[in-house]
């Protein structure tokens, strides 16, 4: 079964530092997505990123960098200078092909609450 | 567009009363999905509609009853609930199952 590990619960940052969020992940298959949400306290869960298990090259978007890691199971997510905005849950989520035809289900880990204090 | 509405946005109701939850989506996405969310915790799968027919239940029970009328839009009857089930209802869209989902603000249900 495929499962998804966030192992810090809280974390605090001071504005302008940089914070790594870590996310593992357990799945059998090959092939599997994997993504990064963000919910601010208003509730709404915003995509961030998706990542093909067959494409570890690491990404940046502006002030976000992700490393995607298949040795060791791992897609870190990194905030550079981080900003008050940035207070949030972040979510690491893994999709699994459960049968043919496409992938079905998505599985959330327990969620990192980022607060970045001024 | 990459908006998913929900209504309401909150929603107050009775043991016996019986009540929906709605769920818009125009971006021509194929699958939508309905989660159920408490407080500090991950949204947790309820149901999953694929080209508007069911395709996973996750043993939701009998008092939540989902609806996909049409590509577009998403409904989940609510019937003779507990107070456990108060939560944040989410609903949420992606082009094919699996792939990311959008998600709406979705609705603060509370049972009393």
């Known amino acids: 079964a495929q499962k998804v590990t966030q192992a810090q619960t809280e974390i605090s940052v001071v504005e302008k530092e940089d914070v790594t969020l870590d996310c593992v992940y357990e799945?059998?298959?090959?092939?599997?997505?994997l993504f990064w949400y963000k919910q601010p306290p208003s509730g709404e869960l915003v995509f961030l990123i998706r990542?093909?298990?067959?494409?570890?090259q690491n990404e940046i978007s502006g002030r976000y960098s992700w490393n995607f890691q298949k040795s060791t199971s791992s897609f870190n997510f990194t905030i550079t200078a981080s900003q008050v905005v940035d207070s949030a849950v972040y979510f690491c989520?893994?999709?699994?092909?459960?049968?043919?035809?496409?992938?079905?289900?998505?599985?959330f880990g327990t969620g990192t609450k980022l607060q970045v204090i001024p | 567009d990459t908006e998913v509405t929900q209504t309401p946005k909150h929603l107050v109701m009775g043991m016996t009363n019986k009540k929906s939850l709605k769920c818009e989506q125009h971006m021509g996405h194929r699958a939508m999905y309905w989660y159920k969310q408490k407080a500090k915790k991950p949204p947790e799968l309820m149901f999953v509609y694929s080209y508007e027919k069911l395709s996973i239940n996750e043993s939701v029970p009998s008092r939540f009853s989902p609806e996909c009328p049409n590509s577009s839009l998403l409904n989940l009857h609510l019937h003779a609930l507990q107070p456990e089930d108060s939560a944040l209802y989410l609903c949420a869209s992606s082009l094919i199952t699996g792939a990311e989902q959008y998600f709406g603000p979705g609705t603060r249900l509370t049972v009393t």
């Open positions: 989520a893994l999709s699994e092909l459960m049968n043919s035809g496409g992938y079905q289900k998505v599985t």
């Open positions: 799945t059998r298959d090959t092939t599997y997505y």
């Open positions: 990542r093909n298990s067959f494409d570890e």
